[in-house]
């Protein structure tokens, strides 16, 4: 007995076997990438490193030692008891952690309010002395959360208490970088989650040692205009990290940014600082994933 088909349940079994198909190539694609892409020579215009917090399971000894080998030159966000394993490695802490006391200095309480800032100006002074004393440049911060704070007050409030660490930073050298983060999805009330916010603090402090960390994820989540952000406000950023949009993937075409674009847009400006890979792998070969990021990047 013949069964008939329909024209739109044809077309249905056609449309979906061929969105299969179309989804297993880009699967094999992917893996392919990833799995030759620590064998290519990178250009050199972009100096890669890696958010150790990203590879959970993997230590700091091995993820140093991969890393180099796909031509990684650091590791971000360290703290001091973790300097030496880097240095052995022949590679620097890119951006510093920092400090925590008595739950200050993180990213919900910071400098945003002044009743906190004597106990993070002595944190922070040790944490500069910690860095310059290895030979590291860059140490990250954040603004806090507003609970109900106003942005004007904000940002007198952090301008206060920053004014009393960067004389200590400028005498040692090192860059304090405030980190643009998205209150949209991951950090809800974060009162430094526009680039416009952050750009008038450096603004108001006017120092060489206060940039901002420009975070690719968050800002595309908060305002998008990467790009163009990035082309007229670069004498602000110190630091980038990259991210999928949506969920903080890996950063090829299961997201909506066009990562190659964007690290041109950063080449373009003359940079010379670090570019720090903060996605989170999904894939069981988390290592595999970090060295197509790397090669995504290398423009």
Not at 100 to 117: C, K, Q, T, W, Y
Not at 182 to 211: A, M, T
Not at 273 to 278: D, K, M, N, R
Request: some cysteine; glycine content about 8%; overall charge positive.
């Amino acid at each position: 007995m013949k069964t008939k088909l329909s024209r739109r349940s044809a077309l249905r079994t056609i449309t979906g076997a061929t969105a299969t198909a179309i989804a297993a190539a880009s699967l094999s694609h992917r893996l392919s990438a990833a799995e030759t892409a620590g064998g290519a020579k990178l250009k050199g215009r972009v100096n890669h490193s890696v958010c150790k917090w990203c590879y959970g399971g993997i230590s700091l000894d091995d993820l140093c030692q991969a890393g180099k080998e796909m031509g990684l030159v650091a590791i971000d966000l360290l703290n001091p008891n973790e300097f030496a394993t880097v240095k052995k490695h022949g590679l620097v802490c890119s951006m510093v952690s920092n400090p925590s006391v008595d739950g200050l200095g993180g990213i919900d309480r910071a400098f945003n309010r002044v009743e906190h800032h004597d106990k993070l100006v002595t944190a922070y002074e040790q944490r500069i002395k910690e860095t310059a004393e290895a030979g590291f440049e860059r140490l990250i911060c954040f603004s806090g959360n507003r609970a109900g704070l106003d942005d004007e007050k904000g940002l007198e409030n952090c301008a206060i208490g920053l004014k009393r660490i960067l004389p200590f930073a400028e005498k040692h050298k090192v860059t304090i970088c405030m980190e643009l983060l998205n209150s949209k999805r991951s950090h809800k009330d974060y009162q430094c989650d526009y680039s416009k916010w952050g750009i008038e603090l450096c603004k108001r402090l006017g120092s060489e040692r206060f940039k901002l960390l420009y975070d690719i994820f968050h800002m595309q989540i908060m305002e998008g205009d990467v790009c163009d952000t990035i082309k007229e406000n670069h004498q602000y950023f110190d630091h980038y990290h990259t991210g999928g949009v949506p969920g903080r993937a890996e950063i090829d075409e299961t997201q909506e940014l066009y990562y190659p674009r964007i690290i041109q847009a950063i080449v373009d400006t003359g940079f010379k600082g670090y570019l720090a890979q903060e996605f989170v792998p999904r894939r069981r070969d988390k290592l595999a994933s970090l060295k197509q990021g790397v090669q995504i990047c290398d423009v």
